[in-house]
């Protein structure tokens, strides 16, 4: 009966990452919001913009500097995750 | 579980061992293998590489630093909580430097008009950038040797022993 409820809540959100999926550009389209203007402004303006000549650079730590800042906690939580598995109790730390 | 408990046996293996080559080795390469992870990482945004990739190379040549001087007897030197420390440091100034942007008006991690740009293609340009790679560097390092150093000592005690 416990698990009832984080089955139905993982259903739940399941359900809405495949409706988000149904809702993405197929594969290879001209016209995908990601094709139509913002690449040409990040190869055109990336260098006045953030003063980097790497634009991949530019991106990641400029553009989506808060992309970056989540996938960094991502290896923080893995490191706790690891902490958490491994933590024998007291007596024994 | 199995793997764990192999990986467990190697490490108490590699604690107990000493083996001149890989010392005098060792001695000779890490210094090369820290300054190209240093390079890595000022050159992030001139060049490919950034704080992911420069990270990892430091934390790596850390690693073997640890297995090849026997991790007990270096403890003292590289130890869990000086990890941890880079780890925490490099989240923390990751998000001070978004900070710094609102309060000077703009949003969350903004670099246009809050910091000196300087001139594109230079080492000492493009603001906020150069200075999240250094973080990023010093906390991906920190995560893969503190990752390396909770598997080495999870079932010891705090001499080191198994």
Known sequence: ???VLPVLVLA???MLLVLTVAEMPTFGDGQAPAHRGVMDKYLRDSAQDTGAINTIAAIILDYRAYDTLGEATVLFVAVLAVSAALYQGEHHA | MWLFWQFRRLCTKVNTMHDMVLEVVNRLLLPFIQ???MY???????SPGGGFSGGAVIGASLILYS???RFARVKHRLDHDTSVFFE???ALIYVAIGF???FFGYNFLTNRGVFPLGVPGQLWSSGMILIITLALGAKVSGTILSLFQELLEGGSDEHGNP
Request: charged share 10%; glycine share 20%.
């Open chain 1, 1 to 3: 009966m416990k698990k």
């Open chain 1, 12 to 14: 739940a959100i399941g």
């Open chain 2, 35 to 37: 300054l190209f992870g």
């Open chain 2, 40 to 46: 890595i990482l000022f050159h992030g945004h001139l």
């Open chain 2, 67 to 69: 297995l090849t001087f």
């Open chain 2, 88 to 90: 925490a440091a490099g």
């Open chain 2, 100 to 102: 710094v942007g609102l």
